[in-house]
């Protein structure tokens, strides 16, 4: 876990709210898909028991004691790094979440759009079968083929997608843009790379 050096006494728990001890905001975020998944509150007890055991532990509003996200649903929120902002007085937590977030069964408590993230769950999930590999799966069988098969693939879907976005329909090409993403992914995980590579790049070239 990073920033796990944090401690309780940085954070300002003194700007509680005027109804009462529920600490500062915390803000909890999909580590791997950047996605908002709720907000809640630590007191410094909670927070210093999310350091200890890795969960998120909030102070509960309505049941008015600790509460560990998932202790009744087992929908647990792994903390991945803690960071506090610049006035030291809110959290943002980066976590791995297990199941739905939200009480409704939803993965977020907020209505946002999840299809602009989901190249980092695709990575996540050819990361899996990396892990986990499952018979009969393309990418176990182009990992069984190698690294020229997989990077010739990348050659064509970038071919198919030029070809597309000259003579086809918009359809055609948002399919595939779509597959030269997913095996440039692909390609990017075998060669021990990932997307967070090539953004730290374009940061740098932006700069």
């Not at 202790?71 to 937590?93: A, P």
Request: proline content about 3%; charged content about 25%.
């Amino acid at each position: 876990m990073v920033n796990e050096n944090i401690a309780s006494s940085q954070i300002d728990f003194g700007k509680t709210p005027p109804s009462g001890g529920w600490g500062v905001p915390v803000v909890i975020q999909n580590e791997q898909t950047l996605e908002v998944l709720m907000l809640g509150y630590m007191n410094a007890e909670a927070f210093e028991k999310t350091q200890a055991e890795g969960k998120v532990t909030f102070f509960s509003r309505s049941k008015n004691r600790l509460w560990t996200k998932g202790e009744e649903s087992g929908n647990f929120l792994f903390v991945k790094s803690i960071h506090i902002d610049c006035d030291n007085d809110t959290i943002l937590i980066k976590a791995n979440p297990v199941g739905p977030t939200c009480h409704t069964g939803s993965r977020s408590c907020f209505k946002t759009d999840y299809n602009q993230n989901f190249i980092f769950e695709l990575e996540n999930i050819i990361n899996d079968r990396y892990e986990n590999p499952v018979e009969g799966s393309y990418i176990n069988k182009m990992r069984a083929k190698g690294l020229n098969k997989i990077a010739q693939k990348v050659g064509e879907e970038g071919v198919e997608t030029v070809i597309a976005a000259l003579a086809e329909t918009e359809e055609d090409l948002i399919g595939e843009a779509a597959d030269l993403l997913f095996h440039l992914t692909f390609l990017l995980k075998e060669k021990g790379l990932s997307i967070k590579d090539i953004a730290k790049k374009l940061e740098s070239r932006h700069k």
